[in-house]
């Protein structure tokens, strides 16, 4: 019996030692939907899982034959450290090579009086941390021909710490999808606007009153102020429409 204790108990002091896996930094790209000929937005969420990263490189990769105008906008907590967004496109505003959206984030509201001429324009110093939530939004037009699904991956990712430092990120690969739908976004009964009826149909949906069911006008999901829907309607869906409904700051749906 003793044996068998001192057995067990080395065990336990074995694997105690083991350290726990790390979960690094991943980048993920959202989900929505778009409707033909009108502007989409993609929200690119960063999960720092305790990393510093103050520089942060990603590529988005489309199909150009169905999205074009490639924007991006830094998110609104990364916009209020002092980062500033960079991209690859050419004079003519197209990404150097078509289909390959490269972004960068990098600056900061660090003393910093320095400034380093890049690509996209003059870089400013600093070296700001970035924080949990909307790094970018990427917004494409979606050409009027365009049907079903549409993928974006992130086929690049490269990152780095104050002290330039590289980090690893998690998140190549993964893949955000864009669903083709028509109508108003919000207009959950169909009849051409966004009204109390619509608020009140997206609460049928929730409760599931019989002969009320999901449609996509009906999900209007937004994160950081960001249209993403996310497959379904909500208790937050409702309350967006309230929002949109009263004029309510940063609630704001595409049209």
Same mark, same amino acid.
């Given at each position: 019996?003793? &044996?068998?204790?001192? $057995?067990?108990?080395s065990?336990m &002091? ?5 350290p726990? $896996? #790390?979960?690094? =930094?991943t ?5 929505a939907?778009? %409707? #033909? @000929?009108?502007?989409?937005? /993609? ?8 990393? @510093?990263i103050?520089l $942060?490189?990603?590529?988005v ?6 999205l ?5 906008? /830094?998110?609104p907590? %990364?916009?209020a450290?002092g ?9 003519? *505003?197209n990404?150097v ?9 990098a !600056? *900061? ?6 400034t ?5 324009g ?8 970035l924080?949990? !939530?909307?790094?970018?939004t990427v917004?494409f037009t ?16 490269d990152?780095?710490? #104050? ?5 690893? /990120? ?12 028509? !109508?108003?976004a *919000?207009?959950?009964?169909?009849? *051409?606007? /966004?009204?109390a009826a619509?608020v009140q149909y ?8 019989? +002969? ?9 999901? $937004?994160?950081?102020g960001?249209?993403? =829907?996310?497959?379904?309607?909500? #208790?937050?869906?409702?309350?967006t429409?309230i +929002? ?5 700051p ?6």
């Amino acid at each position: 019996m003793q &044996l068998k204790s001192m $057995l067990l108990g080395s065990l336990m &002091l074995l694997f105690s030692a083991i350290p726990a $896996l #790390a979960t690094g =930094p991943t980048l993920t790209i959202g989900n929505a939907s778009y %409707q #033909a @000929g009108k502007t989409v937005s /993609v929200p690119v969420t960063l999960a720092t899982n305790g990393a @510093g990263i103050s520089l $942060l490189a990603f590529e988005v990769s489309y199909n150009p034959a169905l999205l074009s105008a490639p924007q991006v906008v /830094v998110g609104p907590l %990364q916009s209020a450290l002092g980062k500033t967004v960079y991209d690859n496109k050419d004079t003519t *505003g197209n990404p150097v090579t078509p289909g390959k959206y490269r972004i960068l984030i990098a !600056g *900061g509201l660090v003393p910093d009086t320095t400034t380093t001429t890049a690509a996209g324009g003059t870089m400013t110093g600093g070296s700001a941390l970035l924080v949990d !939530g909307v790094v970018a939004t990427v917004s494409f037009t979606a050409a009027s021909t365009a049907t079903g699904a549409i993928t974006l991956t992130d086929s690049f990712t490269d990152a780095s710490d #104050a002290s330039a430092n590289s980090v690893a /990120v998690n998140g190549t690969g993964t893949t955000g999808t864009l669903t083709l739908t028509t !109508g108003l976004a *919000g207009d959950c009964n169909g009849d *051409g606007k /966004v009204s109390a009826a619509d608020v009140q149909y997206a609460i049928n949906i929730v409760i599931q009153k019989p +002969n009320f069911s999901y449609n996509s006008r009906c999900d209007v999901n $937004l994160v950081s102020g960001v249209f993403t =829907p996310d497959g379904k309607t909500s #208790a937050s869906d409702v309350q967006t429409l309230i +929002n949109v409904i009263i004029g309510k700051p940063g609630f704001v749906l595409p049209k």
